[in-house]
Nanobody, 126 residues
Framework: QVQLVESGGGLVQAGGSLRLSCGAPGRTFSSYAVGWFRQAPGKEREFVAA????????FYADSVKGRFTISRDNAKNTVYLQMNSLKPEDTAVYYC???????????????????WGRGTQVTVSS
């Protein structure tokens, strides 16, 4: 079992920025591909971004491409989601997920992630 802990959510005005972090205490995070997902009230969970185990491959949903950046620091066992130019429609609970299977690019967006965090709330006011 891999415990994932998200942090960095909060309330921000439209156009602002937030950086989310996803950690796996006690785990060698470099062994896992990591994805970020989000779920807004009344909507289904949707894919946001993903990064391969090495960090060499990333993939983004069209809705966040050019505004969000996923990265990882395997030495710190942490994956980040830098969110810029935030919009009210980005408001959601953001979850990180991890899986030990190999993936690259689009494959990371459809990977059946085995481990999930509890989520962190992001609220963007207009």
């Amino acid at each position: 079992q891999v415990q994932l802990v998200e942090s960095g959510g909060g309330l921000v005005q439209a156009g602002g920025s937030l950086r989310l972090s996803c950690g796996a205490p006690g785990r060698t995070f470099s062994s896992y591909a990591v994805g970020w997902f989000r779920q807004a009230p009344g909507k289904e969970r949707e894919f946001v971004a993903a990064i391969s185990r090495s960090g060499g491959g990333t993939f983004y949903a069209d809705s966040v491409k050019g505004r969000f950046t996923i990265s990882r620091d395997n030495a710190k066992n942490t994956v980040y989601l830098q969110m810029n130019s935030l919009k009210p429609e980005d408001t959601a609970v953001y979850y990180c997920a991890a899986d030990s299977d190999y993936c690259s690019g689009y494959g990371c967006s459809i990977l059946r992630y085995d481990f999930w965090g509890r989520g962190t709330q992001v609220t963007v006011s207009s």
